[in-house]
């Protein structure tokens, strides 16, 4: 059996003349996978999911979608073809409503009835977004605009969803729910690679963990074996040392 979607092959990658930030990076994510890269800030893990999505072409290596190479294609031609991502710093369109927004997250779809249909479809998933149809994304609340980030992924029936930083910026109480929501999604068969800061609570709602440190994957492992090893609970989970 082989549910591998996604498999990064000796990815490195860098900004401009810049030196390398990730050196020969290796990954795979299956079919409805979450899985959570943790580390220090700066170690690239941003940086690995803007190379996935082809805002940053990788210096070498290759990036492996259902066994085709995405390296050299575009970002929007990834994106059509399934690879969804949403940046740490939540792009809505502020002064557009909530029904714009969806509107032009399907942009890309050229049977508008289809649209339509999943724009219907999305608003159960997310009810409370159709009571807030005519309101500008803008003057939402926190909680509220991460649905509509999601409402617009979704509609774009994504493949694999590259989710930077999902808990910044919001309230405990609304990390908790776009976790659900994550774990919703991932359930649906969409397979969901997370960068997350708050390592505890990414790792707790993902299969498997993945350290990166230096621009280098340091190791990976079931999420829980990450969240219960002593060693990098010190290291990277902010555990004091007892005395
Ligand atoms: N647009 C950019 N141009 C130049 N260097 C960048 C850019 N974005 C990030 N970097 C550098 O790449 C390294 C890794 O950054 P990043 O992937 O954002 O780390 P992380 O997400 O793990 O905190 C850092 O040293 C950062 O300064
Ligand atoms: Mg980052």
Not at 3 to 9: A, G, Q, R, T, W
Not at 29 to 37: A, M, N, R, S, T
Not at 52 to 70: H, K, M, Q, T
Not at 88 to 98: E, G, M, S, Y
């Amino acid at each position: 059996m082989n549910d591998v979607i996604l498999k990064l092959n000796n990815v490195t990658a860098g900004y401009q003349n810049g030196p390398d930030i990730l050196k020969s990076v290796d990954l795979t994510l299956k079919k409805g996978e979450i899985k959570c890269i943790i580390g220090p800030n700066g170690a690239g893990k941003s940086t690995i999911l803007k190379a996935i999505a082809g805002i940053l072409r990788p210096r070498n290596g290759n990036v492996l979608f259902n066994d085709r190479d995405l390296v050299g294609l575009e970002a929007y031609e990834i994106m059509r073809q399934g690879i969804c991502f949403l940046p740490q710093d939540r792009a809505l369109f502020d002064t557009l409503n909530v029904s714009e927004n969806l509107w032009m997250a399907g942009y890309t779809l050229h049977d508008k009835k289809e649209l339509k249909l999943r724009i219907e479809e999305v608003l159960t998933v997310f009810p409370i977004l159709k009571k807030r149809l005519s309101q500008y994304a803008g003057t939402m609340s926190g909680g509220e605009q991460q649905q509509l980030i999601f409402a617009r992924a979704i509609i774009l029936k994504p493949q694999i969803m590259l989710i930077d930083e999902p808990s910044l910026g919001l309230a405990p109480s609304i990390v908790e729910q776009a976790f659900k929501h994550i774990e919703e999604i991932a359930l649906t068969g969409v397979s969901i690679l997370l960068v997350e800061q708050n390592a505890r609570r990414g790792l707790s709602s993902s299969h498997t963990g993945v350290v990166m440190d230096l621009g280098q994957v340091v190791f990976e492992k079931d999420a829980k074996e990450v969240l219960n090893d002593e060693r990098i609970q010190e290291l990277y989970l902010g555990k004091r040392k007892s005395k």
